[in-house]
């Protein structure tokens, strides 16, 4: 196997920040033009789109100002990266207006706080925080290189008997120092003087130009970043997501993997047992040496069909997979050890019930096992139905809501490694609630509500089959 190679470590210290310096430089000295234009474009698009917001056309104006100014907030991360700055996450604009209209989504700019925030930075925070920094590299890199070079460019510079020399007033008030009165002498103490400062400013530039940088960084990190509520809401959502996702793949697997088992060795079962009867007929009546060995044999196979298919119905019933959930739960609860009495009243519409089907199925499954196991209860209910409401955006959410009530003697509870905390468990991945009412002398309610889906229709439609 070939060596992946390692990349070398990026260097930091003094060295690294002289490294470092063109790129923070080239920022510092963009910064001013880029902010003036940020300013000019925020203030001109957010004056015109108040004050034509009378006839309408301002709406547009001020949402597109707002939207610019996200695109200049951008551009600004972009050239923190371009000086070497780690990456800021800006966010993710996309999820906060998904699924709206161009009216709703045009609202949903102008009241966003996170993007008022990227007009304040530019409109404001940017020019004055760039004028600053601006100047204050400017001058650094003027007397960086400036200072030590004096001795040559100031030569070409007229030199009257009344001009003030700069090092002859900062050093007066030494002891000891004594100022050269002649025009050469002078020069020479100024070109020192000019050489000294200009190395102390040469020496610090780059620390001087690194902490510039990190300020805008700073500041671009409050104002432009992701804020950390949303950056935890999405990590969550994430793993919500892909939770959901792997109770799904592995229904998807066990569906497979029962059909799988019907159509290989439940078949080679049935055609042996096919072949073990013919043979015990063949059999003469008094052949009692092959007679016995056959008709064991076809009793173990007749067990083995037994458990593969209860093995099967366990990973996902034939029923629920022919006939659908409706009849799957009927004839669970027909089933039941406890007499049971099945409700189901389920519109699909839109959603496609199948990704939590087989979840629901367990769900009642399990419950019912718990009842018959632990409730001592004599009749029981199951109930299913969907429900529909609407959230703030408009948007349709599609809940099942599964009930299963008992008349036995209550105080069922969540404990670990039992039915009810592997209910919970399942229903949790999947997004949904699980809400357990015992109270002591039953009866004992269980409702589990599992999200659906969403849609963007008035009404329901065909009932489920």
Not at 179 to 195: H, I, K, N, T
Not at 321 to 346: E, F, K, M, N, Y
Request: glycine share 12%.
């Amino acid at each position: 196997m070939t060596d992946v190679p390692t990349p070398s470590p990026r260097r930091f210290g003094y060295v690294g920040l002289w490294r470092a310096l063109p790129r923070e430089l080239a920022f510092l000295l963009t910064v001013l033009p880029v902010a003036i234009v940020t300013c000019v474009v925020g203030w001109t698009g957010l004056a015109l789109g108040l004050g034509l917001a009378i006839v309408w056309i301002g709406l547009p104006i001020g949402v597109a100002t707002l939207l610019l100014s996200r695109r200049f907030g951008e551009f600004e991360l972009r050239r923190l990266r371009l000086a070497g700055r780690p990456a800021i996450a800006a966010p993710d604009w996309s999820l906060r207006h998904r699924g709206q209209g161009i009216w709703r989504r045009a609202l949903v700019v102008l009241v966003d706080g996170r993007t008022w925030s990227y007009w304040a930075h530019g409109a404001i925070v940017q020019l004055v925080l760039g004028t600053i920094t601006w100047s204050i590299g400017l001058v650094w890199i003027v007397l960086a290189l400036g200072g030590p070079t004096y001795w040559f460019w100031g030569r070409f510079e007229s030199h009257g008997d009344g001009e003030i020399w700069l090092h002859t007033v900062v050093l007066e008030g030494f002891p000891g120092y004594t100022a050269e009165r002649s025009q050469s002498g002078l020069f020479v103490g100024e070109s020192v003087f000019f050489a000294v400062v200009g190395v102390v400013f040469l020496v610090t530039l780059p620390l001087v130009g690194h902490g510039l940088v990190l300020l805008h960084q700073a500041v671009a990190r409050g104002m432009l970043g992701e804020g950390e509520s949303a950056a935890l809401r999405r990590e969550i959502s994430a793993s919500e997501s892909s939770r959901v996702s792997a109770i799904l793949a592995e229904d998807d697997a066990l569906r497979r993997l029962e059909r799988d088992i019907h159509d290989g060795p439940q078949q080679s079962l049935l055609r042996v047992q096919y072949d073990l009867s013919s043979s015990i007929r063949a059999l003469s009546s008094d052949d009692e040496t092959l007679r016995p060995l056959l008709e064991s044999a076809l009793g173990l196979t007749k067990d083995t069909l037994h458990e593969l298919r209860e093995l099967s119905r366990g990973m996902a019933p034939p029923l629920l997979q022919d006939r659908g959930l409706a009849s799957a739960i009927r004839s669970l609860a027909s089933r039941s050890p406890v007499p049971t009495t099945a409700a189901v009243d389920l519109t699909v519409g839109e959603v496609d019930l199948g990704p939590v089907e087989r979840s629901v199925y367990f769900v009642v499954s399990e419950l019912l096992a718990n009842v018959a196991k632990h409730s001592g209860a004599t009749a029981a209910s199951v109930t299913i139905r969907a429900t529909v409401s609407t959230g703030l955006r408009a948007r349709r959410r599609r809940d099942l809501v599964v009930e299963v009530v008992d008349d036995g003697r209550g105080g069922a509870r969540e404990v670990s490694g039992h039915g009810l905390n592997g209910v919970a468990a399942r229903v949790t991945g999947l997004r949904g609630t699980l809400v357990v009412d015992s109270p002591g002398g039953g009866p004992t309610r269980v409702t589990v509500t599992l999200p659906v889906g969403s849609a963007s229709g008035t009404e329901l439609a065909a009932p489920l089959r």
